[in-house]
Nanobody, 115 residues
């Protein structure tokens, strides 16, 4: 079993910054890549950013240039640095990984951006 524990969400003003973290524990013995998703009330869950075990990254167009995904391979932790935040970034942010052919999701962390 794998557990993903997220932290770092909170309230921030428009234009501010926030970093959310996703710590993996349990059956992960090698970093297999992680993905950040987000879901706003009444909206579809969307992919925000992903990083592979080799460090390759991808971003949604809506966050490109503002968000940065990174990983700590030794600590099995992924990060999402969010800069220049906008009210439309308000959502619950979830991390996701696949290990041993199974999907794992974090519990989500709320990010609220005020005007």
């Amino acid at each position: 079993q794998v557990q993903l524990v997220e932290s770092g969400g909170g309230l921030v003003q428009s234009g501010g910054s926030l970093r959310v973290s996703c710590a993996a524990s349990g059956s992960i013995f090698r970093f297999n890549g992680m993905t950040w998703y987000r879901q706003a009330p009444g909206k579809q869950r969307e992919l925000v950013a992903s990083i592979t075990s080799g460090g390759s990254t991808n971003y949604a167009d809506s966050v490109k240039g503002r968000f940065t995904i990174s990983k700590d391979n030794a600590g099995n932790t992924a990060y999402l640095q969010m800069n220049s935040l906008k009210p439309e970034d308000t959502a619950v942010y979830y991390c996701y990984t696949k290990f041993n052919r199974r999907d794992y999701w974090g519990q989500g962390t709320q990010v609220t951006v005020s005007s």
